[in-house]
């Protein structure tokens, strides 16, 4: 099996069934060259995901380890969060004595 055929395999039976309701506009994408362009045009949106729970996982587990476990509440409010207040939350948790302080 061709690269693109094992790339191509992987995508409609892996990942797209996880990330999108349907795959049908999809299927037209027959070739590696059109993929690819595909993947180049979420790449931002993928970059910035990832980059997002990255602070995400890392501001929960500094919060938890100076605050202890983190009600449903804060954790909700991590995973909703922009990237600005993700940022302005962590440079405030270095100094904060309450978790109040942090989200204040």
């Not at 395999?9 to 070739?31: C, G, K, N, Q």
């Not at 979420?42 to 980059?51: A, F």
């Not at 962590?90 to 004595?97: C, E, G, I, T, V």
């Amino acid at each position: 099996m061709r690269a693109s055929e094992t790339f191509r395999s992987w995508l409609f039976e892996t990942y797209l069934p996880r990330h999108v309701d349907d795959v049908a506009p999809f299927i037209h994408l027959l070739d590696f060259e059109e993929i690819a362009t595909m993947i180049e045009g979420y790449r931002p949106y993928w970059k910035e995901s990832v980059k997002m729970e990255s602070q995400q996982e890392l501001i929960s587990e500094q919060l938890t380890h100076k605050f202890g476990a983190l009600d449903r509440a804060t954790l909700d409010r991590l995973t909703t969060a922009s990237l600005d207040d993700l940022s302005i939350w962590a440079r405030r948790l270095l100094d904060a004595r309450t978790i109040d302080e942090v989200f204040g």
